[in-house]
T-cell receptor, first 116, second 112 residues
Framework: EPEVTQTPSHQVTQMGQEVILRCVPISNHLYFYWYRQILGQKVEFLVSFYNNEISEKSEIFDDQFSVERPDGSNFTLKIRSTKLEDSAMYFC??????????????FGSGTRLTVV | QKEVEQNSGPLSVPEGAIASLNCTYSDRVSQSFFWYRQYSGKSPELIMSIYSNGDKEDGRFTAQLNKASQYVSLLIRDSQPSDSATYLCAVNKFSNDYKLSFGAGTTVTVRA
């Protein structure tokens, strides 16, 4: 079964440093997403991306965050100057336009970001 | 008012019993609803989706939707120890929007 792949599985970074989280969505999918989950809290939407541009973003997704699809397979989330409160699991997901929003989507295995 | 609300649990059921999970949502325009299972430290895994009022069955799982009451539930029949996990309710508001709003989840423990 096709998978969404995320790397690295765990990243430790110092406060103020930039990090890039990488995702390889399912190959024929056109919608891409980032969510995060702070330990013990709910999964929160960050951003959705379609046709090489952001289609929606949450209040969490401020100027320190950016997303990019640098080539035909990767989808990245960059956090420019990390803060302690950015420590969380970050999940990438993708969906097929043909399935529509009623079918849900598949999450990657996540990157655990720890800011120290 | 929270967008999606679930009882946090823990919900403890004996092996073989039925586990019943509830979820309410605040926005009446919500279109589609999902149940995800999440094991500790892992990513959410889609179990069921439902968008029409009534019941939808898939194996041991049954989702129930009542849009008038803004309520969606999940029944797990013949619960197994491997069903022990946190169950997340997620809601999609619009037919042309793929963003999901999640509840905080209900932790289920199945006692052998």
């Amino acid at each position: 079964e096709p998978e969404v792949t995320q790397t690295p599985s765990h990243q430790v970074t110092q406060m103020g440093q930039e990090v890039i989280l990488r995702c390889v969505p399912i190959s024929n999918h056109l919608y891409f997403y980032w969510y995060r989950q702070i330990l013990g809290q709910k999964v929160e939407f960050l951003v959705s991306f379609y046709n090489n541009e952001i289609s929606e973003k949450s209040e969490i997704f401020d100027d320190q965050f950016s997303v990019e699809r640098p080539d035909g397979s990767n989808f990245t989330l960059k956090i420019r100057s990390t803060k302690l409160e950015d420590s969380a699991m970050y999940f990438c997901a993708s969906s097929d336009t043909g399935q529509g929003p009623n079918y849900g989507y598949t999450f990657g295995s996540g990157t655990r970001l720890t800011v120290v | 008012q929270k967008e999606v609300e679930q009882n946090s649990g823990p919900l403890s059921v004996p092996e073989g019993a039925i586990a019943s999970l509830n979820c309410t949502y605040s926005d009446r325009v919500s279109q589609s609803f999902f149940w995800y299972r999440q094991y500790s430290g892992k990513s959410p895994e889609l179990i069921m989706s439902i968008y029409s009022n009534g019941d939808k069955e898939d194996g041991r799982f049954t989702a129930q939707l009542n849009k008038a009451s803004q309520y969606v539930s999940l029944l797990i029949r013949d619960s197994q120890p491997s069903d022990s996990a946190t169950y997340l309710c997620a809601v999609n508001k619009f037919s042309n929007d793929y963003k999901l709003s999640f509840g905080a989840g209900t932790t289920v423990t199945v006692r052998a």
